[in-house]
Structures are given as C-alpha cells and as structure tokens.
C-alpha cells in the first residue's frame, strides 16, 4: 500500500521537467544570491532583499525536490526513475560545494 496512487508516465514526466527546473536553477543561484546580498552588499536595501530572496529560492527547492522524489519514487526502474534520481544528485552536488565554499569563506571573515 502506497501514499499516493500510482502516477502515469505524462504524470510523472511533468513532475520532472518542473521539479528539476526548480530545484537545479535555485540551488544555482542561492550562493550568488547570499554572496551579493549578505557577505558583500552591493544592492541597495540587500538585507530587505535578502530576507525576500533567500526563503524564496528555498521554498522553491523543497518544492522541486518534492516533485522529484515524487518522480523517483516509483514501483518500476525506468528511464525517468534514473533521470529524477540523476537531478537529484546534480542537486546534492551543488548543495556539497556550496557548503563548502560557504565554509571557506567563513573561515576567511575571522
């Protein structure tokens, strides 16, 4: 028994072609985004700003991510199972080298 019946393969083509735009676009731009409005404010008003952007780009990452695994998740292995799966670890890498970086530039400030 499962959460959610059972999607059909238009379905779940269009929770990837949404889910991984949303998700892969706003992991790209959420290091850019803190980079130019918190660690180096260039724009006025950056910190009113950031508090708009910030919880935007990760409300529209959860929210392409959920789309995926929606996706992912499915009874059978076929080829939007490995195409969802393979968005998702395009995400965890930018997740991982943000974090990184992030953690290189905070231990450049003190």
Do not use: N
Request: proline share 5%; with cysteine; charged share 10%.
């Amino acid at each position: 028994m499962t959460w959610f019946p059972p999607l059909t393969w238009d379905e779940r083509e269009r929770l990837f072609f949404r889910g991984a735009v949303l998700a892969i676009t706003a992991a790209l731009a959420f290091l850019p985004a803190f980079i130019l409005l918190v660690l180096t404010p260039r724009v006025a008003h950056s910190v009113a700003v950031a508090v708009i952007v910030l919880p935007l780009l990760m409300v529209l990452e959860l929210w392409g991510l959920l789309k995926l695994v929606r996706c992912c998740v499915h009874q059978i292995f076929d080829l939007l199972t490995m195409l969802a799966f393979g968005a998702l670890v395009v995400v965890g890498a930018i997740a991982a080298y943000t974090g990184i970086f992030l953690a290189v530039i905070a231990g450049k400030l003190y």
